[in-house]
């Protein structure tokens, strides 16, 4: 199972700061890299509900934000039922937030100031864990619907034996009459 670059460049990606600047400065890095389908937002409390709307493959999140800290936001992401992988880099410049962020469920994370070949390095590698996850867990749901189909041709056909078996018997017996 690989990813190929193209899907990895597809990949839709959100960015998460309050700071304009370094909002631009990642849109402008993941275009000049290829990156297609990248949006963004200044407004923690949006988050949520794009990410309903729209199952980004990586979201980059700032932790520190007025309003609506990173934290917060993990832990809104968290209720989203439908993706049971949270596909989360948090963006920090303070360190002791590193295990924290990890520990609230973020996979990966950047420090500030942003290296940005580590940055681009980052996120590729965090898009192809993402997208293999996909591929496996459509991988899985295919397989677990063949072998519940294969179950009840299994079970049709042993029922049908059995009923072949019935009417055998049947006609063994003399029927009274």
């Known amino acids: 199972m ?3 670059a193209p899907e990895i460049l597809n990949a839709s990606i959100l960015i998460v700061d309050d700071q304009e600047v370094n909002v631009s400065l990642l849109e402008q890095l993941l275009s000049e890299a290829g990156y297609a389908c990248v949006a963004s937002t200044m407004k923690p409390q ?6 309903r709307k729209n199952s980004y493959d990586l979201i980059l ?3 520190q ?9 993990m832990e809104g992401l968290k209720t989203n039922d439908a993706d049971r992988y949270l596909p989360v ?5 303070q360190p002791g937030h590193k295990l924290r962020a990890l520990q609230a469920g973020a996979k990966d994370f950047i420090s500030k100031p942003f290296d940005l070949i ?3 390095t980052r996120i590729h590698n965090m898009l192809e864990v993402r997208l293999l996850y996909r591929k496996l867990e459509q991988t ?13 041709r299994f ?7 059995g009923f072949c078996a019935q009417l055998r018997q049947q006609l063994r017996s003399p029927t009274d009459g």
Not at 89 to 93: D, E, G, H, K, Q
């Open 2 to 4: 690989m990813v190929s």
């Open 89 to 93: 880099i948090v963006l920090t410049a």
């Open 46 to 51: 949006e988050v949520c509900a794009l990410h």
């Open 61 to 63: 999140l700032d932790l």
């Open 140 to 152: 899985v749901e295919k397989r677990t619907a063949e072998l519940r189909e294969s179950e009840a």
């Open 155 to 161: 079970h049709a056909m042993r029922d049908m034996a």
């Open 65 to 73: 934000m007025p309003g609506m800290d990173g934290f917060q936001v």
């Open 118 to 120: 580590e940055v681009k």
